[in-house]
């Protein structure tokens, strides 16, 4: 198994906090280091965080390309609605030759309606959006593997279009789509390298706890095997498609007890058993061994090999742990 590392909106959220989880998870065995993409921060549940500090993604990626030697560099995940497909993949490959090749891209159709109505920008619903999700993509792929370009679409024309330099990567970066729903799993079929499950946030443009609730560990394997199935109907290989899932809870315990404390704790919040806590997609409990047989186990039944951390509210030291004590283990 892989392991990334997503940093930006972190408690704290200074400059110096993100170049310290970019050196850890640079040096500490991380295969992908991330960053996310808003104007402004939700937190389940409880709305927008106007105290959360959010840099542009762009920015902090070049920084952390020129700063790091080893791991891969990305959004988790661009917005596709804020920028015009010639710019990210302009971006994109511009990052490629600052990594040495470590880019990739990582893009989704937008979903966090708040940040949309503030900066008064269009939010149409999720079935146009994900239409021009696709129909970016493919204008990117055009762009960073055709000379010259053109391609006239619902959303996106290209008339002979110039793009250089073209990445480092051939044929391209690698693609990481994030997202649920099955018009964005039909999406990911046709364009994705990497699919990041979460829950359903598209259609109601907030974190809703009841999606989340209903995104177990039923949900993600039930959605892997359907993209892979759609993938390989579109004439793809579905099996090279890699499953994520992001972690928001990672909390790591010096005793069995102490883990079933916390699970017990969080069931009520989503009405599940406290059992079935510790194998929700979004989180891991436990002493080590414990998370590293439950690592095992979601590879092995969900087909899932790449596991992402979310930095936000973990303490580097929590992090250092599990670059330690875990991640050398799975």
Known sequence: MEFGLQIGGMSGGSIASLREMATLADTGGFRYLTVPDHFVLEQPGSGIDPSAPSYEAMTVLGALAASTTHVRVGG????????????????????????????????????????????????????????????????????????????????????????????????????????????????????????NMTAEIGRAGTIDLGEVARFNEAAFVAKGEFVRNEASAAGRDGAAITLSSIIFMLMITDSAEAGDAIAAGMAPMFGIDPADAKRVPFALIGTPDQIIAELKRREREWGMTLTILSGARRDPATIGRFAREILPHV
């Open 76 to 195: 988790m995940v661009l917005c596709n609605m804020f920028r015009h497909p010639a710019l990210t993949a302009q971006a994109v490959s511009t990052l490629d030759h600052l990594s040495g090749g470590r880019a990739f891209l990582g893009i989704g159709a937008g979903w966090t309606r708040a940040e949309f109505d503030m900066m008064g920008l269009p939010f149409p619903a999720v079935t146009v959006r994900l239409r021009m999700l696709d129909e970016a993509l493919a204008a990117i792929k055009l762009l960073w593997t055709e000379e010259r370009a053109t391609m006239h679409g619902e959303y996106y024309t290209l008339t002979d279009a110039l793009s250089m330099p073209k990445p480092l990567q051939r044929p391209h970066p690698p693609i990481l789509l994030g997202g649920n729903g099955k018009g964005l799993l039909r999406v990911a079929a046709r364009h994705a390298d990497i699919l």
